[in-house]
């Protein structure tokens, strides 16, 4: 299983960013996977940021709710990070995850840069 996210970039306090995690092979449906987002700043812990189960329930960690929305598109596989009013702190690499069985599965990873 192969992820592959894109979409980070530099942006400006109070900008929006759009992510993205393809993940390939048609056996691999995201449809009935949790599919999560998690960020990791040099120097510290990588941090859950939120997820997207199979029912297509979301669930955020706090201090991301009412800013970023994660969504999907089964057809094309594909797991979005709508990250909006982003701050200096949101400032991180992300990373997708898919949940295959028992097994996890992480994207390269993409950065994010917001300037004050």
């Known amino acids: 299983v192969q992820l592959q996210a894109s979409g980070g970039g530099l942006v400006q306090t109070g900008g929006s960013l759009r992510l993205s995690c393809t993940v390939s092979?048609?056996?691999?449906?995201?449809?009935?996977?949790?599919m999560s987002w998690h960020r990791q700043v040099p120097g510290k812990e990588r941090e859950w940021v939120g997820r997207i189960a199979p029912n297509g329930v979301t669930d955020y960690e706090d201090s991301v709710k009412g800013r970023f929305s994660i969504s999907r598109n089964i057809a094309k596989n594909t797991v979005y990070l709508q990250m909006n009013n982003l701050r200096p702190e949101d400032t991180a690499v992300y990373y997708c995850?898919?949940?295959?069985?028992?097994?996890?599965?992480w994207g390269q990873g993409t950065l994010v840069t917001v300037s004050s």
């Open positions: 092979g048609s056996r691999n449906s995201i449809r009935a996977n949790y």
């Open positions: 995850r898919g949940t295959w069985g028992t097994a996890f599965y």
